[in-house]
């Protein structure tokens, strides 16, 4: 559920919500994606994952649940993971103002491989991180082109979605420490859209759509 200034509204959309900001007046619409691109009971179980993941005490086995799925489903596996911190940013947005385009061009893996000293290492890293900005670009966007480069940076190299995997997982962690540096708690965000809305029907509409 949202954190304390923020609130769920009905919109005449049914496969929508409103998160509206009341301490900012901003106001966005988020959407279910399209079955067909991405079943919103993947995100829900996703979410459960990445939850589970941020736990001490339950991060071995829920990392161990996300391997699986992205062994079996890698490009949707991610793209959930992508969409749940498109989600995330936009919560963040409502709250400080800052552009989601920003604030996804801000994300990154925080560790001492970003040090001078490392040069190499943090391009190789800085690679990955960027990867992972693509997907959650698309998802934020509903950009079809990003979606395809996407999926192309998830096969490219062969053998490379779990590390994506890891990077992606660390990139949502320093996501979520910022959300509750400014007192934001998105747990079960997806779970309450999936709750209260339906699949849509049209493919154009995007899940995130600014209404203030």
């Known amino acids: 559920m ?6 769920w509204q009905t919109l005449s959309d049914p496969g929508a919500l409103a998160l509206v900001d009341a301490d900012s007046g901003r106001a966005a619409a988020l959407g279910r994606p399209h079955p067909a691109d ?6 829900v179980d996703i979410e459960r994952l990445a939850w589970g993941w941020l736990a001490p005490a339950s991060r071995p086995q829920s990392e161990r649940h996300l391997r699986e799925q992205v062994a079996a489903d890698p490009l ?3 793209r959930g993971l992508c969409w749940l911190m498109a989600m995330w940013v936009v919560a963040v947005h409502l709250r400080t103002g800052r552009q989601p385009t920003l604030l996804v ?23 990955l991180a960027e990867r992972i900005r693509l997907g959650v670009l ?12 996407f999926g192309q940076a998830l096969r490219h190299p062969a053998g ?13 962690a320093e ?19 999936a709750l209260y809305t339906i699949d849509p029907q ?8 600014p209404l203030t």
Do not use: K, Y
Not at 160 to 172: C, K, T
Not at 202 to 209: E, G, P, Y
């Open 138 to 149: 698309a998802a934020l966007t509903s950009d079809g082109d990003a979606d395809v480069r």
């Open 38 to 43: 991405l079943p919103m009971v993947q995100i």
């Open 76 to 78: 949707n596996t991610m």
């Open 175 to 193: 996501l979520h420490r910022r959300m509750l540096d400014h007192g934001i708690d998105p747990r079960e965000m997806a779970g309450t859209l």
């Open 105 to 127: 061009a801000e994300l990154h893996v925080p560790g001492i491989w970003r040090g001078a000293e490392v040069p190499t290492s943090a391009a190789v890293w800085e690679d």
């Open 160 to 172: 490379i979605a779990p590390v994506l995997l890891d990077h992606a997982l660390r990139m949502l």
């Open 2 to 7: 949202p954190s304390p200034g923020l609130a």
């Open 202 to 209: 049209d493919r154009a509409t995007a899940c995130f759509r």
